[in-house]
């Protein structure tokens, strides 16, 4: 156990030993092991937006063995995925990489105005399924986030006393958030905020940009001149968010990019304090050689080595 891994551990004293050793594997395993980075290979996006958008790119993708596989080829820290991905090939991967359980789903077959995810799995089949946690994602800002916020208090009381880390994706979305919005910095900082709230282990939010939709927030950002013209800084306040760092706060990787776009962007990531990345699309989209290497060069860029 390397001394930032520990320190990291120190953040989470309320929880039992079970969640701190299943949080210290994620953390001490694949390339960044030891390190307190992670690269976390997540594939919900069939499921998401329809397996043609998500796969028909790099038609191997179909095949769940396929995510496995380049997880543990490039060294991930964990790999999340919905329930029957998972069951696909927990048995033959098992114990090869930590896994986690997302928990609730939607689809884009039906457009709604007030998101809020499904609940597809639980807390019995990620413990079952031999996960180290689970996933759950929010929609601050939905008129369905009281359902939402509730269904995850819940659940997150479940998974702690089983002895599972809990991560939540916070997607700000909703009828009183502007497109611009949801990825504004002070909507961004407050979605992580929400999540490191309502209990969670890790949170994940999208990299924010310096759009500020609040007017009251706007006040605030300016009177007391926090930084948000670089990509770094506005990351190093999402962190400060995040119980001033005391929490695990990774950012996805998002619409695919080009290989040179999203390492420099990574590296931004890295300057302003995240630690680590969520990355799918534009990893599993990519044939399985060039996806490991972009993966490897992720994490270089996260530890300083690119």
Same mark, same amino acid.
């Given at each position: 156990?390397?001394?930032?891994?520990?320190?990291?551990?120190?953040?989470?004293?309320?929880?039992?030993?079970?969640?701190?050793?299943?949080?210290?594997?994620?953390?001490?395993?694949?390339?960044?092991?030891?390190? *307190?980075?992670?690269?976390?290979?997540?594939?919900?996006?069939?499921?998401?937006?329809?397996?043609?958008?998500?796969?028909?790119?790099?038609?191997?993708?179909?095949?769940?063995?396929?995510? +496995?596989?380049?997880?543990?080829?490039?060294?991930?820290?964990?790999?999340?995925?919905? /329930?029957?991905?998972?069951?696909?090939?927990?048995?033959? +991967? &098992? *114990?090869?990489?930590?896994?986690?359980?997302?928990?609730?789903?939607?689809?884009?077959?039906?457009?709604?105005?007030?998101?809020?995810?499904?609940?597809?799995?639980?807390?019995?089949?990620?413990?079952?399924?031999?996960?180290?946690?689970?996933?759950?994602?929010?929609?601050?800002?939905? *008129?369905?986030?009281?359902?939402?916020?509730?269904?995850?208090?819940?659940?997150?009381?479940? &998974?702690?006393?089983?002895?599972?880390?809990?991560?939540?994706?916070?997607? =700000?979305?909703?009828?009183?958030?502007?497109? =611009?919005?949801?990825?504004?910095?002070?909507?961004?900082?407050?979605?992580?905020?929400?999540?490191?709230?309502? %209990?969670?282990?890790?949170?994940?939010?999208?990299?924010?940009?310096?759009?500020?939709?609040?007017?009251?927030?706007?006040?605030?950002?300016?009177?007391?001149?926090?930084?948000?013209?670089? /990509?770094?800084?506005?990351?190093?306040?999402?962190?400060?968010?995040?119980?001033?760092?005391?929490?695990?706060?990774?950012?996805? *990787?998002?619409?695919?990019?080009?290989?040179?776009?999203? /390492?420099?962007?990574?590296?931004?990531?890295?300057? %302003?304090?995240?630690?680590?990345?969520?990355?799918?699309?534009?990893?599993?989209?990519?044939?399985?050689?060039?996806?490991?290497? /972009?993966?490897?060069?992720?994490?270089? &860029?996260?530890?300083?080595?690119?």
């Amino acid at each position: 156990m390397t001394p930032r891994v520990r320190e990291i551990l120190s953040w989470y004293g309320s929880d039992n030993p079970g969640t701190l050793t299943n949080l210290a594997r994620i953390m001490n395993h694949g390339r960044l092991a030891g390190t *307190g980075k992670m690269v976390i290979l997540p594939v919900d996006q069939g499921f998401e937006h329809g397996p043609a958008r998500s796969f028909g790119m790099n038609p191997d993708a179909y095949d769940p063995a396929y995510h +496995f596989e380049l997880a543990l080829a490039s060294g991930c820290n964990a790999y999340a995925a919905p /329930l029957g991905a998972i069951e696909a090939c927990a048995r033959e +991967f &098992a *114990g090869e990489i930590p896994l986690i359980l997302k928990v609730n789903n939607s689809d884009v077959l039906f457009k709604v105005e007030r998101p809020i995810s499904a609940l597809t799995s639980s807390v019995n089949e990620a413990l079952r399924l031999g996960c180290v946690g689970i996933g759950f994602t929010i929609y601050p800002g939905s *008129g369905e986030r009281k359902q939402a916020y509730e269904e995850i208090a819940r659940i997150t009381e479940e &998974a702690k006393r089983a002895g599972l880390v809990v991560v939540i994706w916070s997607y =700000a979305r909703g009828e009183n958030v502007s497109k =611009a919005g949801e990825t504004g910095i002070d909507v961004i900082s407050y979605s992580a905020h929400i999540a490191c709230q309502l %209990g969670a282990h890790i949170v994940k939010v999208k990299p924010p940009t310096a759009y500020i939709e609040q007017a009251e927030a706007k006040k605030v950002f300016e009177s007391q001149n926090i930084k948000i013209e670089k /990509l770094s800084d506005r990351i190093r306040h999402v962190v400060q968010s995040c119980f001033n760092g005391k929490r695990i706060v990774i950012f996805s *990787g998002g619409e695919p990019k080009t290989t040179d776009a999203l /390492l420099e962007e990574v590296r931004e990531l890295a300057r %302003g304090g995240a630690f680590g990345s969520i990355m799918g699309r534009n990893a599993f989209q990519r044939p399985k050689k060039e996806a490991v290497q /972009l993966l490897h060069d992720v994490m270089d &860029a996260f530890t300083g080595r690119a």
